[in-house]
C-alpha cells in the first residue's frame, strides 16, 4: 500500500553535511540517506570537480508538519552559505 510523503532533498558542500545532520537530529529526524560527491550544473555553473564537492541528502517525511519544521531549521544555514532545499510530494511503500 502506498502512502503520502513529502520528500525532502538538500544539497550543499560536503563541509556543511555534519550542520544539517546537527539540525535533522535538533528536530527529531532520524532517517535520512548522504550521498557524496554529486555533481551538477545550475545558476552558479557547473559544481563538481573541485576540491569542494558537495552532498546530497535525502529524508521522507510522513507528515507535512515535519517538512515545514525543517524548512524554518534550515534557512538560516542556506541564507549563510548557500545550498538547494526541495520539498516535493512522493509515495513510498509503507512496510
Known sequence: MLQAVKKVE???SYLE???VL???KKNSIEGYT???NVS???EHGYSGDDL???S???IICTKLEMAEQLSIAMQPLLKKL???FIVSDAQWIAH
Do not use: E, F
Open 52 to 54: 569542494i564537492t558537495n
Open 40 to 42: 551538477g550544473s545550475g
Open 56 to 58: 546530497y541528502i535525502m
Open 10 to 12: 538538500i544539497i550543499v
Open 82 to 84: 548557500g545550498g538547494i
Open 17 to 19: 553535511v555534519p550542520a
Open 34 to 36: 548522504v550521498i557524496n
Open 22 to 24: 546537527k539540525i535533522l
